[in-house]
């Protein structure tokens, strides 16, 4: 299991790296000059040997070579530079948000799994009749919504029209109510057709009718067997749809004016505060990839056959 | 991004009546399955409308032709918007705008990830160690985010969302195709085609990329969808397509201060992504299925 | 000081749309201590500093307003009041101003407050390490502060400075020992001012919490009552989604909503249930200025066409219901300053419009909308008359002038671009019609515009224009202290630009403010943009 996780830790570099070549490069080959988005404002305009002496502290006067080295390193010790517009740390900025992300999405998650499993598993056994039907019309409509149109819906519906929840904020766990189930809708329709296609591969395995004709009664079976089973795809998708939160997660928290991380860059791209652009996205990137690897490395300990495949 | 996994299919083998090919067998069962029949149904519908759509449409979808929200009428058959233009006409030739968003981003997607897919599995050694690794590397990075990087460069419009979109599936064609390579280069015709001396691009456009096709149109339809789908997200971010242009979540996106009293701005839009989406979703399954039951096709 | 019922008085520019009958003059009532106030604003008001010394935009000072009192406030009558200083007078030749302060106050540290106080405050504005953004350069070239006593403080200028008052009242006081100890980057997340509130939390994008100072001693003239704050708790919630800032009061998720969208209008218009302001922001109102300097804007005569082939009010029913308000000139129609022979220079003409584009080279040409080039000088024949738009937002305003412009046979082209792209093409020039509003009841602003001194980077005079005449009158702006006197020039000044047609007038943005009707003595100020809590109390 060590040799494993080791394994799997150094196949992180290379893609650690070409991120960070990715992020820095695009960056990097904008038009604009930092220094001067940076000295924007002041009134009469910043003057020339100002400007210079700026560019000069912020290093971009070096070599690409240089600049990305710098970039590379600072960002190994956890500094991400300094943002233009708020004229602070970058980690702060995300630091300070990023709880706030994670509690969305980890959320997000339990109600995709606690409305796409029932879904998937009722779908599954009613196969083929009108309880299938409508099961599945809710999955795709889920999957194929706009999720800021569902989120605003929910808004207007459980905020404004009844009144239960708060539509937008983030105090406390009322608050989180409605942005999770909206992330989590949206996801939960691929877990609900996962769920679903596996049971009924399940279902129809030898076991499951020994069990049956063994005459133990049919939740009993449902639940051990079908269940059990039905579950292991969606633990290998947890990666994936983690990464489907984070997406999603940047239009949810826009729509109920929730603090994250996910804001935070839309607003950065918008204000083309690109030192914060790109602490943001090689600290998302980094995530997703402790997650997935987490959720491998899960995997390989329930299922010991992935670890010497791989 | 939207992941479809497999949807197993009610039809087996033995209810199918003998014909003659494979593909009439797929054919038959694609027919057989209701969604996929009734997605194609609606996906045909919106290609006509995106065809006639200018045609058709009463007013010019970008000028002002009434009173601002106005609720449908039988004058404005799904009333204005928030300037008077009306919305009718707008999804009508937005369906051109959303539909081409979603093919494009599957060429700009599809076109290259094929063919590194392609040279990675018929060439194999080093070719395919770059290239597999460039690959792993592409989908270790949340596709969201890689769109977000390309907009954040080439700032926010309709092109730079298709070519930010298609950009990040890439990997999974890539990765898709070479799986597929893999499997067919060893087929006694490939064999056959190789030594009778035909250069490598014809093998593998003609014999290899012909016999491995079936699931990259079953990909490129689930992404075609999506495109649309993420598209929309970005124009209600305000990172996407730009006014006024009638792109549909562009205008589902600009109704929604007014969604409660002028519920119809953004719904009617909504309601039209939704179908196109639902529609690729169900065919792209149901041609799975069809195609080969045991396909997987991560999306 | 004579104390006046501020409960009542929303004087000058604010027009109260649909004041309810169920809403009670605070006068009836008991004023009770206590409970929390919850006010939504718009996201894109959240500050990126908290320090007003550094931050330069109008929510900054008026969140720092909650912890900080400044030296004088702009009462809603325009006129200014006492607040840390009891009174002001300045030498007749605008060069020196002299604050005589407030006895007895303290700070929220503690720390006393005195004309040393001062004296940091306007030293740390203007360091160069701070980097003011706005404040420093309001305050101007300050050569030397005196202190004559504890309690009075004088400011000395080489040149007239008229504009003090004006950069004062936006200006927090902050404790000069806390503002030491926290330093430049650490303080905008400790404020320590001696105002009513003091800052208790601020979770970044979602909200800021202000919490009663009990030490507060009523020293601001918006006070009606001696003694700390009436509201236990301030909170402040920024609301991305504009559906959600503008319903939050009527679904009682907020006491206040400010600063709302044109869609609001229709929530709470004729509602009794609520009260809505809708106020006017001086200013400039939401001008396009031009860029002369190349085709096809460099020909007077399209840009006066520009000018004919506009209706602004029958853009102002189509988007916003008439909402807003009438923006004529350089100076919008609520500025005290305003010149009213901009409204009729311009009034709605196509035919005018299309005859000075007729005598133009840009021509009608056979089964095309759009007029082509024939033989305008820089531009080659065939090239269509289009005209680049460009804003930050309001952008609807440029896609209805779209359609009428098309009219004469001008193809409006509306960009909307974050703000530093906006710079980005206002340093280097590139626009044909760019947005730039300016909001202050002072007609300083029109200097910051139109003065061709400004023309260089990081000035905000951008259009090119240059003329003697009007930079003279802009000029004296800076020294001329009687208020009569600035507005005559001012119009003067407006008259030059309007006829020389290099600014697109549009509208001007009223402030829109939602308040449920147990929220009382909730004060704005002589502009939409400012309000005081100083006395403000929630009804049970």
Same mark, same amino acid.
């Given at each position: 299991?060590?040799?494993?996780?080791?394994? *799997? #830790?150094?196949?992180?570099?290379?893609?650690?790296?070409?991120?960070?070549?990715?992020?820095?490069?695009?960056?990097?080959?904008?038009?604009?000059?930092?220094?001067?988005?940076?000295?924007?404002?002041?009134?009469?305009? +910043?003057?020339?040997?100002?400007?210079?002496?700026?560019?000069?502290?912020?290093?971009?006067?070096?070599?690409?070579?240089?600049?990305?080295?710098?970039?590379?390193?600072?960002?190994?010790?956890?500094?991400?530079?300094?943002?233009?517009?708020?004229?602070?740390?970058?980690?702060?900025?995300?630091? $300070?948000?990023?709880?706030?992300?994670?509690?969305?999405?980890?959320?997000?998650?339990?109600?995709?799994?606690?409305?796409?499993?029932?879904?998937?598993?009722?779908?599954?056994?009613?196969?083929?009749?009108?309880?299938?039907?409508?099961?599945?019309?809710?999955?795709?409509?889920?999957?194929?919504?706009?999720?800021?149109?569902?989120?605003?819906?929910?808004?207007?519906?459980?905020?404004?029209?009844?009144?239960?929840?708060?539509?937008?904020?983030?105090?406390?766990?009322?608050?989180?109510? #409605?942005?999770?189930?909206?992330?989590?809708?949206?996801?939960?329709?691929?877990?609900?057709?996962?769920?679903?296609?596996?049971?009924?591969?399940?279902?129809?395995?030898?076991?499951?009718?020994?069990?049956?004709?063994?005459?133990?009664?049919?939740?009993?079976?449902?639940?051990?067997?079908?269940?059990?089973?039905?579950?292991?795809?969606?633990?290998?998708?947890?990666?994936?749809?983690?990464?489907?939160? !984070?997406?999603?997660?940047?239009?949810?928290?826009?729509?109920?004016?929730?603090?994250?991380?996910?804001?935070?860059?839309?607003?950065?791209?918008?204000?083309? &505060?690109?030192?914060?652009?790109?602490?943001?996205?090689?600290?998302?990137?980094?995530?997703?990839?402790?997650?997935?690897?987490?959720?491998?490395?899960?995997?390989?300990?329930?299922?010991? *056959?992935?670890?010497?495949?791989? | 991004?939207?992941?479809?996994?497999?949807?197993?299919?009610?039809?087996?083998?033995?209810?199918?009546?003998?014909?003659?090919?494979?593909?009439?067998?797929?054919?038959?069962?694609?027919?057989?399955?209701?969604?996929?029949?009734?997605?194609?149904?609606?996906?045909?519908?919106?290609?006509?409308?995106?065809?006639?759509?200018?045609?058709?449409?009463?007013?010019?979808?970008?000028?002002?032709?009434?009173?601002?929200?106005?609720?449908?009428?039988?004058?404005?058959?799904?009333?204005? &918007?928030?300037?008077?233009?009306?919305?009718?006409?707008?999804?009508?030739?937005?369906?051109?705008?959303?539909? #081409?968003?979603?093919?494009?981003?599957?060429? !700009?997607?599809?076109?290259?990830?094929?063919?590194?897919?392609?040279?990675?599995?018929?060439?194999?050694?080093?070719?395919?160690?770059?290239?597999?690794?460039?690959?792993?590397?592409?989908?270790?990075?949340?596709?969201?985010?890689?769109?977000?990087?390309?907009?954040?460069?080439?700032?926010?419009?309709?092109?730079?969302?298709?070519?930010?979109?298609?950009?990040?599936?890439?990997?999974?064609?890539?990765?898709?195709?070479?799986?597929?390579?893999?499997?067919?280069?060893?087929?006694?015709?490939? $064999?056959?085609?190789?030594?009778?001396?035909?250069?490598?691009?014809?093998?593998?456009?003609?014999?290899?990329?012909?016999?491995?096709?079936?699931?990259?149109?079953?990909?490129?339809?689930?992404?075609?969808?999506?495109?649309?789908?993420?598209?929309?997200?970005?124009?209600?971010?305000?990172?996407?397509?730009?006014?006024?242009?009638?792109?549909?979540?562009?205008?589902?996106?600009?109704?929604?201060?007014?969604?409660?009293?002028?519920?119809?701005?953004?719904?009617?839009?909504?309601?039209?992504?939704?179908?196109?989406?639902?529609?690729?979703?169900?065919?792209?399954?149901?041609?799975?299925?069809?195609?080969?039951?045991?396909?997987?096709?991560?999306? | 000081?004579?104390?006046?019922?501020?409960?009542?008085?929303?004087?000058?520019?604010?027009?109260?749309?649909?004041?309810?009958?169920?809403?009670?003059? +605070?006068?009836?009532?008991?004023?009770?201590?206590?409970?929390?106030?919850?006010?939504?604003?718009?996201?894109?008001?959240?500050?990126?500093?908290? &320090?007003?010394?550094?931050?330069?935009?109008?929510?900054?000072?008026?969140?720092?307003?909650?912890?900080?009192?400044?030296?004088?406030?702009?009462?809603?009558?325009?006129?200014?009041?006492?607040?840390?200083?009891?009174?002001?007078?300045?030498?007749?030749?605008?060069?020196?101003?002299?604050?005589?302060?407030?006895?007895?106050?303290?700070?929220?540290?503690?720390?006393?407050?005195?004309?040393?106080?001062?004296?940091?405050?306007?030293?740390?504005?203007?360091?160069?390490?701070?980097?003011?953004?706005?404040?420093?350069?309001?305050?101007?070239?300050?050569? *030397?502060?005196?202190?004559?006593?504890?309690?009075?403080?004088?400011?000395?200028?080489?040149?007239?400075?008229?504009?003090?008052?004006?950069?004062?009242?936006?200006?927090?006081?902050?404790?000069?020992?806390?503002?030491?100890?926290?330093?430049?980057?650490?303080?905008?997340?400790?404020?320590?001012?001696?105002?009513?509130?003091?800052?208790?939390?601020?979770?970044?994008?979602?909200?800021?919490?202000?919490?009663?100072?009990?030490?507060?001693?009523?020293?601001?003239?918006?006070?009606?009552?001696?003694?700390?704050?009436?509201?236990?708790?301030?909170?402040?919630?920024?609301?991305?989604?504009?559906?959600?800032?503008?319903?939050?009061?009527?679904?009682?998720?907020?006491?206040?909503?400010?600063?709302?969208?044109?869609?609001?209008?229709?929530?709470?218009?004729?509602?009794?249930?609520?009260?809505?302001?809708?106020?006017?922001?001086?200013?400039?109102?939401?001008?396009?200025?031009?860029?002369?300097?190349?085709?096809?804007?460099?020909?007077?005569?399209?840009?006066?066409?520009?000018?004919?082939?506009?209706?602004?009010?029958?853009?102002?029913?189509?988007?916003?219901?008439?909402?807003?308000?009438?923006?004529?000139?350089?100076? &919008?129609?609520?500025?005290?300053?305003?010149?009213?022979?901009?409204? +009729?220079?311009?009034?709605?003409?196509?035919?005018?419009?299309?005859?000075?584009?007729?005598?133009?080279?840009?021509?009608?040409?056979?089964?095309?909308?759009?007029?082509?080039?024939?033989?305008?000088?820089?531009?080659?024949?065939?090239?269509?008359?289009?005209?680049?738009?460009?804003?930050?937002?309001?952008?609807?305003?440029?896609?209805?002038?779209?359609?009428?412009?098309?009219?004469?046979?001008?193809?409006?082209?509306?960009?909307?671009?974050?703000?530093?792209?906006?710079?980005?093409?206002?340093?280097?020039?590139?626009?044909?019609?760019?947005?730039?509003?300016?909001?202050?009841?002072?007609?300083?602003?029109?200097?910051?515009?139109?003065?061709?001194?400004?023309?260089?980077?990081?000035?905000?005079?951008?259009?090119?224009?240059?003329?003697?005449? !009007?930079?003279?009158?802009?000029?004296?702006?800076?020294?001329?202290?009687?208020?009569?006197?600035?507005?005559?020039?001012?119009?003067?000044?407006?008259?030059?630009?309007?006829?020389?047609?290099?600014? #697109?007038?549009?509208?001007?943005?009223?402030?829109?403010?939602?308040?449920?009707?147990?929220?009382?003595?909730?004060?704005?100020?002589?502009?939409?943009?400012?309000?005081?809590?100083?006395?403000?109390?929630?009804?049970?």
């Amino acid at each position: 299991m060590g040799r494993y996780i080791a394994g *799997r #830790l150094m196949q992180l570099v290379p893609v650690l790296f070409l991120i960070s070549v990715i992020v820095f490069g695009v960056m990097h080959a904008l038009p604009g000059d930092p220094a001067q988005l940076m000295l924007q404002g002041a009134e009469g305009g +910043a003057p020339p040997e100002r400007l210079e002496e700026l560019r000069e502290q912020m290093g971009l006067n070096d070599p690409l070579l240089v600049q990305y080295l710098r970039f590379a390193g600072n960002a190994l010790v956890g500094d991400l530079g300094e943002s233009i517009r708020f004229r602070t740390s970058v980690t702060n900025l995300i630091l $300070e948000r990023f709880g706030y992300t994670l509690e969305l999405a980890l959320s997000g998650l339990v109600m995709a799994i606690l409305i796409g499993l029932p879904l998937g598993m009722v779908a599954a056994v009613r196969q083929n009749s009108w309880v299938d039907t409508l099961a599945m019309s809710v999955a795709y409509a889920g999957a194929s919504m706009p999720i800021f149109w569902f989120g605003l819906v929910m808004i207007l519906l459980f905020s404004f029209n009844l009144g239960w929840l708060p539509p937008a904020g983030a105090d406390g766990l009322q608050s989180l109510v #409605l942005p999770a189930l909206t992330l989590g809708f949206v996801s939960a329709g691929l877990i609900s057709r996962l769920v679903r296609s596996s049971m009924i591969e399940v279902l129809g395995e030898d076991y499951i009718r020994t069990s049956r004709a063994k005459g133990l009664s049919e939740r009993l079976v449902l639940w051990r067997h079908g269940l059990k089973n039905a579950l292991i795809p969606v633990v290998t998708m947890i990666g994936l749809i983690f990464g489907g939160m !984070l997406a999603g997660a940047v239009v949810t928290e826009t729509v109920f004016s929730r603090p994250g991380v996910g804001r935070l860059v839309v607003a950065a791209i918008l204000s083309k &505060d690109y030192p914060l652009v790109q602490g943001c996205v090689l600290f998302l990137s980094v995530v997703y990839l402790v997650v997935n690897l987490a959720v491998d490395i899960l995997y390989a300990w329930l299922d010991p *056959r992935i670890r010497y495949a791989a | 991004m939207t992941a479809s996994p497999p949807l197993p299919v009610s039809t087996s083998d033995e209810e199918v009546p003998a014909v003659a090919s494979a593909r009439a067998r797929a054919v038959a069962r694609f027919l057989r399955n209701r969604g996929a029949v009734i997605g194609l149904v609606v996906l045909v519908f919106w290609c006509v409308v995106a065809l006639l759509g200018p045609l058709v449409a009463p007013y010019d979808p970008t000028d002002t032709v009434g009173m601002a929200r106005r609720p449908p009428s039988g004058e404005f058959w799904l009333g204005t &918007d928030t300037l008077g233009r009306d919305v009718f006409s707008r999804v009508l030739v937005g369906s051109q705008v959303s539909l #081409l968003l979603g093919l494009i981003s599957v060429g !700009l997607g599809a076109v290259p990830g094929v063919l590194m897919g392609l040279i990675a599995g018929y060439f194999g050694g080093w070719v395919d160690t770059i290239i597999s690794r460039f690959v792993d590397a592409m989908l270790a990075f949340p596709s969201i985010l890689l769109a977000l990087v390309i907009i954040a460069a080439l700032g926010p419009s309709l092109p730079n969302v298709m070519i930010a979109v298609g950009i990040g599936t890439i990997p999974l064609y890539a990765r898709l195709t070479r799986g597929s390579v893999l499997g067919v280069k060893r087929l006694p015709y490939v $064999e056959a085609a190789r030594v009778l001396g035909n250069p490598p691009s014809r093998i593998m456009l003609r014999h290899v990329l012909a016999n491995c096709y079936a699931p990259i149109v079953v990909l490129s339809t689930l992404q075609v969808g999506n495109a649309i789908l993420v598209g929309s997200g970005l124009s209600f971010l305000g990172l996407g397509a730009q006014p006024p242009t009638p792109e549909w979540g562009l205008m589902s996106a600009e109704g929604r201060d007014v969604l409660r009293r002028a519920w119809w701005i953004s719904t009617f839009p909504g309601i039209a992504i939704l179908s196109v989406v639902v529609a690729c979703n169900l065919v792209g399954d149901g041609l799975r299925s069809a195609l080969d039951p045991r396909m997987r096709v991560d999306a | 000081m004579k104390r006046r019922d501020f409960a009542l008085a929303v004087g000058g520019m604010t027009a109260s749309i649909g004041t309810g009958t169920a809403w009670r003059p +605070a006068a009836a009532q008991t004023p009770t201590s206590g409970g929390t106030l919850t006010i939504v604003f718009p996201a894109n008001q959240e500050p990126a500093s908290l &320090d007003g010394h550094i931050d330069p935009f109008q929510s900054t000072w008026l969140l720092n307003s909650f912890v900080a009192d400044p030296l004088v406030v702009l009462d809603a009558d325009g006129t200014y009041k006492p607040a840390l200083a009891l009174a002001w007078e300045s030498t007749p030749d605008g060069k020196s101003w002299t604050f005589r302060l407030r006895p007895g106050v303290t700070f929220q540290d503690g720390t006393p407050f005195n004309a040393a106080a001062v004296k940091y405050n306007i030293e740390r504005i203007l360091a160069p390490a701070t980097s003011s953004k706005q404040l420093a350069s309001d305050i101007g070239p300050v050569a *030397r502060i005196d202190l004559i006593d504890e309690l009075t403080v004088r400011l000395n200028y080489d040149t007239p400075w008229v504009t003090l008052l004006d950069a004062m009242r936006r200006t927090p006081i902050w404790s000069p020992t806390a503002a030491e100890r926290f330093g430049l980057q650490e303080f905008q997340r400790n404020l320590v001012g001696a105002g009513p509130f003091t800052l208790a939390e601020w979770v970044k994008n979602d909200r800021m919490v202000f919490r009663r100072w009990p030490g507060y001693g009523g020293w601001n003239a918006a006070a009606t009552h001696q003694g700390p704050a009436r509201l236990a708790q301030v909170t402040i919630r920024f609301i991305g989604e504009n559906a959600v800032l503008n319903e939050a009061v009527r679904a009682n998720a907020a006491n206040v909503g400010f600063s709302l969208t044109p869609a609001a209008i229709e929530i709470y218009r004729g509602r009794p249930n609520f009260r809505f302001l809708s106020l006017g922001q001086a200013g400039t109102g939401l001008q396009q200025v031009m860029n002369i300097r190349r085709p096809p804007l460099n020909d007077i005569r399209v840009r006066q066409a520009l000018l004919f082939a506009r209706d602004s009010q029958a853009a102002n029913q189509l988007l916003y219901d008439g909402a807003y308000i009438a923006s004529d000139g350089p100076l &919008d129609n609520v500025h005290p300053c305003f010149w009213p022979g901009a409204t +009729a220079m311009y009034r709605t003409d196509l035919d005018r419009a299309r005859r000075l584009l007729d005598e133009t080279g840009w021509r009608v040409v056979q089964g095309q909308q759009i007029r082509q080039a024939r033989g305008v000088a820089g531009v080659p024949d065939g090239t269509p008359l289009r005209v680049r738009w460009t804003t930050i937002h309001h952008r609807e305003i440029g896609e209805a002038l779209q359609a009428q412009y098309r009219r004469v046979g001008i193809e409006l082209q509306v960009e909307q671009v974050p703000g530093p792209i906006q710079l980005d093409r206002v340093n280097r020039r590139d626009f044909d019609l760019m947005f730039l509003r300016q909001r202050s009841p002072d007609p300083l602003i029109l200097d910051q515009v139109w003065n061709s001194r400004w023309d260089r980077p990081g000035g905000w005079a951008w259009t090119g224009f240059a003329n003697e005449r !009007l930079d003279g009158l802009l000029n004296q702006l800076r020294s001329l202290p009687s208020a009569t006197d600035r507005c005559n020039v001012a119009r003067e000044a407006q008259q030059i630009i309007m006829e020389n047609a290099v600014m #697109l007038p549009t509208l001007s943005q009223p402030v829109l403010v939602a308040l449920q009707p147990r929220v009382q003595e909730f004060k704005m100020g002589a502009e939409g943009n400012w309000f005081f809590l100083h006395s403000t109390w929630l009804q049970a």
